[in-house]
T-cell receptor, first 114, second 113 residues
């Protein structure tokens, strides 16, 4: 069975600080990896995804993530956060092929103070 | 907006009652998945429908059931509601059953009292 672990449940940063949210997964095969964001009162939105190729993927709003296969990790980064980045962030994994579904981590609530 | 719409947005039910939640998938998407997001948790997979048939199920009891219609819209039914069923229920649609990107609706907030 696949599982996802997010390292921090709550993170508080000041504007312009750098962000790194940890994500580790366990799965016995090839995976697709995702980061979703949920702004207050809004639906889950895809921030970025990794399918194959360059392990450093860039997403919307200046976010990026690095897939490190040997560490089963897919950490999310942003060099300088803004107040508008306040949201909940979810890492998710999906095995490849046939019936396969997203498995989410418990989420990290990011609060950015102006 | 993702093109995935859910109704109703909020619902209050009494323990023991039954509830039906609805989801209209994005145009052209034939696969719908349902997730339960309890407070402080990530979404948990309930089940998935592909071309009107259930083709995957998470660790949820049989009182959670669903349907997918020919237009690929979907329903989630929960019988004999329990207090722990209080959660945000999310619907996601994707292009194919093995499709790699899912688009989520805004969810239905169910409160069981």
């Amino acid at each position: 069975a696949q599982s996802v672990s997010q390292h921090n449940h709550h993170v508080i940063l000041s504007e312009a600080a750098s962000l790194e949210l940890g994500c580790n997964y366990s799965y016995g095969g090839t995976v697709n990896l995702f980061w979703y964001v949920q702004y207050p009162g809004q639906h889950l939105q895809l921030l970025l995804k990794y399918f194959s190729g360059d392990p450093l993927v860039k997403g919307i709003k200046g976010f990026e993530a690095e897939f490190i296969k040997s560490k089963f990790s897919f950490n999310l980064r942003k060099p300088s956060v803004q107040w508008s980045d306040t949201a909940e962030y979810f890492c998710a994994v999906k095995g490849l092929g046939g019936y396969s579904t997203l498995t989410f981590g418990k989420g990290t609530m990011l609060l950015v103070s102006p | 907006e993702t093109g995935v719409t859910q109704s109703p947005t909020h619902l209050i039910k009494t323990r023991g009652q039954q509830v039906t939640l609805r989801c209209s998938s994005q145009s052209g998407h034939n696969t719908v998945s349902w997730y339960q997001q309890a407070l402080g948790q990530g979404p948990q997979f309930i089940f998935q429908y592909y071309r009107e048939e259930e083709n995957g199920r998470g660790n949820f009891p049989p009182r959670f059931s669903g349907l997918q219609f020919p237009n690929y819209s979907s329903e989630l039914n929960v019988n004999a509601l329990e207090l722990d069923d209080s959660a945000l229920y999310l619907c996601a649609s994707s292009l194919e059953a093995g499709g790699t990107e899912a688009f989520f609706g805004q969810g239905t907030r169910l409160t069981v009292v």
